[in-house]
């Protein structure tokens, strides 16, 4: 399974990003997915995950503020983030079944 993410960048505190991610590979099927994040010199963290059904679960640091969501027709899972904050700052990650991952997609908050 490969996952390539996309949709990181630069904005303002306050601002909004949507980082997509795309899995394709041989025997894909409908998994668990989610989206991780690191920070320089620190342990990544658990941001958000979907279940094969469309359960959603977020991280207490980001609750209310991002929304995870998948289309199982294109294998794609997508984080929104609203009202980001410079805390936020970190490579984000893409996860598929608890066993895969991408390289990342940088997000910087700052004015």
């Known amino acids: 399974v490969q996952l390539v993410e996309s949709g990181g960048g630069l904005v303002q505190p306050g601002g909004s990003l949507r980082l997509s991610c795309v899995a394709s590979?041989?025997?894909?099927?409908?998994?668990?997915m989610g989206w991780y994040r690191q920070d320089p010199g620190k342990e990544r963290e658990w941001v958000a995950g979907?279940?094969?059904?469309?359960?959603?679960n977020y991280a207490d640091s980001v609750k209310g503020r991002f929304s995870i969501s998948r289309d199982n027709a294109k294998n794609s899972v997508y984080l929104q983030m609203n009202k980001l904050k410079p805390e936020d700052t970190a490579v984000y990650y893409c996860?598929?079944?608890?066993?895969?991952w991408g390289n990342g997609t940088l997000v910087t908050v700052s004015s």
């Open positions: 996860n598929y079944g608890l066993s895969y």
């Open positions: 590979g041989s025997n894909l099927r409908v998994d668990y």
């Open positions: 979907i279940t094969s059904g469309g359960s959603t």
